[in-house]
């Protein structure tokens, strides 16, 4: 008698496609090769069937193990990015995989987000050949607000994949009072006679009974987790925009921004009066007594102690391989949501922030990062496997960024929240052996080598919301300070000192810094004619009538011209260096660097805005500390991810439309990066690879 074969399914999780396989694909190992490869047979999920495709090979390190039952259930879902979303929330797909005959879910309809009873577990497609793999549906039977059957007439109840579930609630957690109705069914599918206890993962979800003991009590304020139910059993789950009264209402209010649509929600208005902002039908008003902690990331049966130890993630296989930066599309279907990003512990907000505005996407930094090493520091070493983990699972645990800290060399590192610049120099000098980013030239003599650029000018030199390219141009011209070269990265730090000091309340970010006339002997042109440029004026930079904060540098003729002028009469333009080889009608280039991220701060807390990919709109807000499970001795943080796309439509408008903006009008995030920007980072633009001579000045 043969041996039993157990079967090892998988799909992957990150790579690029080879041999037939592509992220999101699912596949059964047929054997593996000495160098860490699987040769697999990768399955073809479709509306009829669930047929294998001819094999192929992939690394082991890019596949996730899937049991039979995890396998067909994701091989229903024919989006693959939708399948990776889904496989990175582990307690809903815990819950799906274990859901019994009446459960209550919550599914995407085309009626928005309705409440169902699951009916059946439906097998799809015909068992052609036993090498085929079934692909697993729900049989849903939907409700109405009052529990009623939303249809009467006798027809099958719809088919939902495992992607279309949004919420489970277990069929002892409440009482609908109905019963079910058979009814025909003429798809290509069979029935599984039960759907309890088929396949886990990760964690169980937290399933409270009645009279079971109460979730803990936390104190819920802004940016808290938080659980509701609603009229009709079903739970809803959001987070906390605003607390505070209600005219004509008793007690104190809060003011939910719900994971999903739900119908009668609005978009942050109450009686007409807004008071925070989200898409429509997201926004639930409701009194704070009525606001439960979520209990999704807590438990009443175990201490937090012990949740401590099993952060809700899949297992992970570290790697010093290099993974290359997310792409917009791996990066939302990878990183949004909660538990994502970087956990964040013990005043690490400003190391969590950093290493992820950096990280996350830039090519510019990603091309720094591989540069070889004669001998790899033990801090690298950590640093990349924090990295790959972040761009890989989408997910870094709190003791990964501990132990880095420890290991920076310096105590207070490991014990006190420090400023990103002094964490970026460590980083760059230290960790990855980086010459100074930025070659400064002071007053056309000394030079000064520096990783940030600090703003430095007086605050009757700007207008009241000034731009940072308005910034960084008068900074630069005050301080007769002049770019060396183009730098590959210019991290921009805002005219603060620490966490209450704000030079100014709001700063419009420039998407596009111009950094052509802050170039030491570069050919720039004059500001009037566009002639080569000879002369430079300081005193002309806030001049009302020769358009105001932009550098005005003159040929010899305009130069004259302009400073006839009565009121321009005691300026003292600066001669510019200008290289003998450079004729008058040479074309001059403009040199300019594209945002990519921005770290902002409130209250000593650091949070980040990156933009993943060129879309105007693929923005990502991140907190490594948005919420907390537990007390300051045995909890955690849970750190979370969200779309920004709000930040994109501001920044599209004009300049002219972005200063006269009104922060209390915008949105929430958006409102917050205006009036909490500490430090924006810039790459080149376009990112090209790097001059010779600077890779050659890099690896000096």
């Known amino acids: 008698m043969e041996p039993v074969v157990k079967e090892k399914f998988f799909i992957v999780i990150r790579g690029k496609s080879r041999k037939g396989f592509c992220r999101g694909g699912i596949g059964r190992v047929e054997g593996e090769l000495q160098n860490g490869e699987l040769m697999a047979v990768q399955f073809c999920g479709s509306s009829n069937s669930g047929n294998s495709k001819s094999g192929g090979i992939v690394k082991k390190e890019d596949t996730y193990p899937l ?38 879910v919550v599914v995407r309809h085309k009626k928005g987000h309705v409440p169902g009873l699951v009916k059946n577990l439906m097998q799809i497609g015909r068992n052609d050949s036993q090498e085929d793999l079934y692909m697993l549906g729900f049989e849903v039977e939907i409700l109405d607000t009052d529990h009623n059957f939303a249809s009467k007439k006798p027809v099958p109840p719809p088919l939902f994949s495992a992607a279309d579930i949004v919420q489970v609630v277990p069929s002892h957690s409440v009482s609908l009072g109905v019963q079910w109705k058979e009814g025909q069914n003429h798809r290509p599918v069979s029935r599984v006679n039960s759907t309890s206890s088929i396949g886990s993962f990760g964690q169980q979800v937290n399933r409270r009974q009645p009279g079971s003991e109460s979730i803990p009590q936390v104190p819920l304020e802004l940016g808290s987790l938080v659980e509701v139910q609603s009229n009709s059993g079903v739970t809803v789950y959001g987070v906390i925009r605003w607390i505070g009264a209600l005219e004509g209402k008793t007690g104190e209010w809060a003011g939910i921004e719900l994971d999903y649509d739900v119908k009668g929600c609005s978009d942050g208005t109450y009686g007409g009066k807004r008071f925070f902002t989200c898409t429509g039908n997201k926004a639930l008003f409701i009194p704070k007594t009525k606001c439960h902690p979520d209990s999704r990331f807590g438990s009443c049966g175990e201490s937090v102690g012990s949740r401590t130890e099993k952060t ?66 033990p801090t690298t070493c950590t640093l990349r496997k924090i990295i790959n983990r972040l761009r890989r699972q989408g997910f870094v645990p709190a003791e990964s960024v501990m132990s880095f800290r420890k290991q920076l060399g310096c105590d207070t590192f490991s014990t006190e929240e420090k400023d990103p610049e002094e964490f970026i120099t460590v980083l760059f000098q230290k960790v990855l052996c980086i010459e100074p980013l930025l070659k400064l030239r002071s007053r056309g003599e000394t030079f000064q080598d520096t990783y940030t650029f600090q703003i430095f000018l007086e605050k009757e030199q700007m207008c009241p919301v000034p731009t940072v390219q308005q910034l960084l141009d008068t900074s630069c011209l005050s301080s007769n300070l002049k770019f060396e070269v183009v730098p590959s990265c210019l991290m921009v730090q805002m005219p603060r000192f620490g966490s209450k000091y704000k030079m100014f309340s709001y700063i419009i970010p420039s998407v596009e810094l111009d950094i052509t006339d802050l170039l030491y002997n570069c050919p720039r042109e004059c500001f009037l004619c566009g002639c080569l440029a000879e002369f430079e004026c300081l005193q002309c930079l806030p001049d009302r009538k020769l358009h105001p904060g932009r550098i005005k540098q003159f040929c010899a003729t305009c130069n004259t011209q302009v400073h006839n002028h009565p009121t321009r009469q005691g300026h003292s333009p600066t001669p510019l260096v200008v290289s003998t080889s450079t004729t008058p009608d040479a074309p001059m280039p403009r040199h300019t660097m594209q945002l990519f991220a921005v770290l902002c701060i409130q209250t000593s807390h650091y949070v980040s805005f990156v933009k993943c990919g060129s879309d105007p709109k693929s923005w990502l807000f991140f907190d490594s500390m948005a919420d907390r499970c537990g007390n300051d001795q045995s909890g955690y943080n849970i750190p979370e991810v969200c779309a920004c796309p709000e930040l994109g439509d501001f920044l599209s408008q004009s300049e002219e439309e972005l200063t006269c903006t009104n922060p209390s009008q915008v949105p929430e995030l958006v409102r917050r990066l205006l009036c909490d920007s500490y430090m924006l980072l810039y790459q080149k633009n376009p990112v090209e690879p790097l001059p010779v001579s600077e890779q050659q000045q890099q690896q000096h």
């Open 312 to 377: 809700p993630v899949p297992p992970f296989e570290e790697s010093e391989d290099h993974v290359p930066p997310l792409t917009e599309s791996e990066a939302f279907s990878l990183l949004v949501g909660k538990m994502k990003g970087i956990q964040g512990h013990f005043n690490s907000c400003y190391l969590d922030a950093t290493l992820f505005s950096l990280f996350c996407s830039s090519l510019v930094l990603d091309r720094l990062f591989q540069k070889p090493l004669d001998i790899e520091p």
């Open 67 to 104: 049991t039979r039952h995890q396998a067909q259930l994701l091989l229903f879902v024919s989006s693959t990015s939708k399948r990776l979303e889904l496989l990175c929330n582990p307690q809903l797909f815990s819950a799906i995989c274990e859901l019994s005959h009446e459960d209550l």
